[in-house]
């Protein structure tokens, strides 16, 4: 089967985070089964655009600014737009990693006229919202593509009631969960380690991550507590914040097929992150084996709970802090519980069982 994905941003820093490795998995579990696939979107920060990412074959094209102040929403890619126009057709199945965006949605919508069989999955991006390009977007693309999708994929309950609110009933919903290949065990040894892994951006809330560091190194707490993720936008806030204490560092961006491999020398796992819907940092974080702490809203919170793989807690600094203090205070509890995360993703969010539940649903699309 030919599959191409259609994808917001690829950058060496992971700037668009969690799509994109999702699409990346995706796109390396099919080529493992002997598909011929493509990922294809706009790109920045590359003095040349590579023509593979790992082992995934890719097709990028320069990202424009076309709507300034509006961030990724405002991104387009007028060669990618041109590029599905004339390729298109010669796809049997596209998965369209849909944004509101200038990128995908205008991508989207080549595929749409081409006649070729899509899946949309939104990654909880598509919300009713106030953002000034929303309604306009919406109007126009958005419920477009979502209502002539063979599915729409959605990660949560609340995500499905989104996207009926953005595009109204009779969408073609369905649901598939993000999966992680198998990574290395964690292997964590010395003065523990305390890691967030995301993009600086304040929904993810970086600054209660290092509020929570400094009153945990404070009380005597002996561990290091790392930063690890592109600036977006809280850096200049991040880095004034951090003081001169050695144990409390960020070490900027990493590419993101290299995270794991960075889990797997931390002891605990947090982020603080705001209504995130399913994010891919804690699904690799618990698939080394990290014990996780997330706050309730987050979209895996009743996994964690389910499984007994992390503390599910509020996102303010002294009850993180609470819940990393016990962590380290009872390393035998936490090693428990990354090994229960490691095994609930390995048995539920494997790869191979992700790529059985597409491969359904991409034989149904172009039946």
Request: charged share 30%; net charge negative.
């Given at each position: 089967m030919r599959i191409l994905h259609l994808v917001t941003l690829v950058s060496p820093e992971g700037a668009y985070g969690g799509p994109v490795r999702v699409a990346f998995n995706q796109a390396a579990e099919f080529l493992g089964r002997g598909d011929d696939v493509i990922v294809a979107g706009a790109a920045r920060g590359y003095d040349t655009p590579p023509a593979r990412v790992g082992n995934v074959p890719v097709r990028l094209f320069p990202a424009r600014t076309l709507v300034p102040a509006t961030g990724f929403a405002g991104l387009g890619a007028p060669g990618l737009w041109r590029w599905v126009r004339r390729h298109g057709r010669g796809f049997d199945i596209v998965h369209i990693h849909l944004g509101r965006d200038l990128v995908t949605l205008p991508a989207a919508l080549a595929v749409r006229h081409a006649g070729t069989p899509y899946v949309v999955q939104p990654h909880g991006m598509i919300t009713p919202s106030s953002h000034p390009l929303a309604a306009p977007l919406d109007a126009a693309w958005t419920r477009k593509v979502l209502r002539d999708a063979r599915a729409v994929c959605f990660l949560t309950p609340a995500e499905h009631d989104d996207l009926t609110a953005v595009a109204g009933p009779g969408l073609r919903l369905t649901r598939v969960d993000n999966g992680v290949p198998a990574y290395p065990h964690a292997t964590a040894a010395g003065t523990p380690e305390v890691l967030f892994a995301a993009r600086l951006h304040a929904r993810k809330q970086p600054l209660a991550f290092?509020?929570?560091?400094?009153?945990?190194?404070?009380?005597?707490?002996v561990a290091n507590f790392t930063l690890v993720g592109p600036d977006e936008?809280?850096?200049?806030?991040?880095?004034?914040?951090?003081g001169a204490d050695p144990r409390l560092r960020w070490l900027g961006p990493l590419d993101p097929a290299r995270v794991p491999?960075?889990?797997?020398?931390?002891?605990?796992?947090?982020?603080?992150?705001?209504?995130?819907?399913?994010?891919?940092?804690?699904?690799?974080a618990m698939a080394v084996?990290?014990?996780v702490v997330i706050p309730p809203d987050c979209g895996l919170a009743p996994l964690v709970e389910r499984t007994g793989s992390g503390i599910v807690t509020g996102s303010a600094p002294t009850e993180l802090a609470a819940a990393v203090r016990s962590l380290l205070a009872d390393r035998?509890?936490?090693?428990?519980?990354?090994?229960?995360?490691?095994?609930?993703?390995a048995t539920e969010l494997g790869m191979a069982r992700?790529?059985?539940?597409?491969?359904?649903?991409?034989?149904?699309?172009t039946r």
């Open positions: 290092v509020e929570m560091a400094k009153a945990l190194l404070a009380n005597g707490t936008g809280e850096g200049p806030a991040v880095r004034a914040a951090l491999e960075r889990m797997a020398d931390a002891a605990v796992f947090v982020l603080p992150s705001l209504r995130e819907p399913y994010p891919m940092a804690v699904l690799e084996g990290l014990p035998e509890r936490a090693t428990a519980m990354g090994e229960r995360g490691r095994r609930a993703v992700i790529g059985d539940r597409l491969r359904e649903l991409y034989d149904a699309a």
